[in-house]
């Protein structure tokens, strides 16, 4: 059994130890989401485990099914991995990605035939449930300053470790960074066992998923900021994987990244200016520069590639076109015309996620001694922003 049901019980015993702490933040909307996650989440994953040992009875095939040079896109939180993964999954004749319905929702292929016979019928009473869906997407949106997030869009498919309670984001994003520790250094810090419990799983859902979209002659594209300090078992469990590692200026990438999980915090009801928060997240950024960077150093050339945040807004088609020449890949007719679209779009796009270092409690002077060797290794500049 891949759930990591000791792991459920010791964040449980770890939160309840908190009560009373008020320097947790306990808050009423924090209490509610806790509240919520127990009443929801058993019975649901239950429901998705019944669905995944169903599959082996109706959908035995995807056991067979080969994950064959899957892409990877890797890198720092804040690197632009979500625009690059959004970018690649556009060509549909080359790439087979998951959108986030299929993360959250459905890593069974039963689950999937069950939310697509949902669709059609709601389809057919004038998409009464689509119509409330977006309604709900839209004012997401509005207080939303990352990326958008939609149940429809490509997503990072780290999310299906929620299924076996083995994902970075429980600790991280809870508060309980105790139980983040290992997860983010993954190679170094977890114990083998665990670390095949975890691709172990994660494989099968790669393959229930090829097996699903019949994605033959495909390849499965991934984002996953969580595989970059993953490197090592990656290449263990996928030997010809192809690694796409994004590399941002820590001026930008560190702020940004300690601004999201503040808004992650606000979002949970905690409070969002936690020193312990800043520390972890900052430390956290300087292990995944330097063990994704020692590790890739080592791999095949076309294994991987470095890929440099500047280089990919200013000419997304040019990185784009550099990664499929590295990876001996293809740009269709079709896909072509698309990369020219989008490159028109990104010379119009600002971000609408605005930050400031004041706001983190970081300043310029700390990050840079404490990245100077990324900033020498890629020209970054260490002035000001």
């Not at 601004?259 to 972890?280: I, K, T």
Request: contains cysteine; proline residues 5%.
């Amino acid at each position: 059994m891949a759930f990591d049901a000791v792991g459920f019980l010791r964040f449980t015993a770890r939160l309840l130890s908190r009560i009373g702490d008020s320097g947790f933040g306990w808050t009423p909307r924090r209490a509610a989401i806790y509240a919520a996650l127990y009443l929801f989440y058993p019975p649901f994953e239950l429901f998705t485990w019944l669905n995944l040992l169903l599959d082996n009875l109706l959908f035995p095939g995807y056991r067979d099914v080969r994950v064959d040079a899957p892409v990877f896109i890797a890198g720092n939180y804040r690197s632009g991995t979500t625009f690059l993964h959004r970018l690649l999954a556009r060509d549909r004749e080359r790439f087979c990605t998951m959108q986030m319905w299929e993360v959250l929702f459905a890593p069974s292929i039963l689950q999937r035939r069950m939310v697509q016979a949902l669709g059609a019928l709601d389809r057919r009473l004038g998409a009464p449930l689509g119509r409330r869906l977006a309604a709900v997407e839209d004012d997401w949106q509005e207080e939303n300053p990352m990326h958008k997030v939609s149940l429809g869009a490509p997503e990072e498919d780290d999310y299906l470790l929620l299924h076996i309670w083995s994902a970075l984001t429980i600790g991280l994003s809870s508060g309980v960074l105790e139980e983040a520790r290992s997860y983010a250094r993954f190679d170094t810090d977890l114990p083998r066992s665990d670390q095949d419990r975890i691709m172990g799983f994660y494989r099968r859902c790669l393959q229930r998923h090829l097996h699903a979209h019949r994605a033959q002659g495909r390849l499965y594209l991934a984002k996953n900021p969580a595989l970059t300090p993953k490197i090592d078992t990656v290449y263990r469990w996928f030997p010809d994987a192809r690694i796409i590692c994004l590399v941002r200026s820590p001026l930008e990438m560190v702020p940004s990244f300690v601004n999201m999980m503040q808004f992650s915090y606000r979002v949970m009801g905690a409070p969002h200016q936690s020193d312990a928060l800043r520390d972890f997240v900052v430390e956290m950024a300087r292990h995944w520069y330097t063990h994704a960077l020692e590790r890739l150093d080592r791999a095949p050339p076309d294994r991987h590639i470095l890929v440099r945040y500047d280089d990919l807004v200013a000419d997304p088609a040019g990185t784009v076109a550099r990664i499929y020449a590295r990876f001996g890949l293809e740009i269709g007719p079709e896909y072509g015309r698309i990369l020219q679209a989008e490159a028109a779009c990104a010379r119009t796009y600002r971000s609408r996620h605005t930050y400031s270092l004041e706001g983190t409690g970081l300043t310029r002077e700390g990050i840079v001694h404490r990245f100077q060797d990324v900033f020498d290794r890629f020209g970054f500049s260490t002035g000001e922003l």
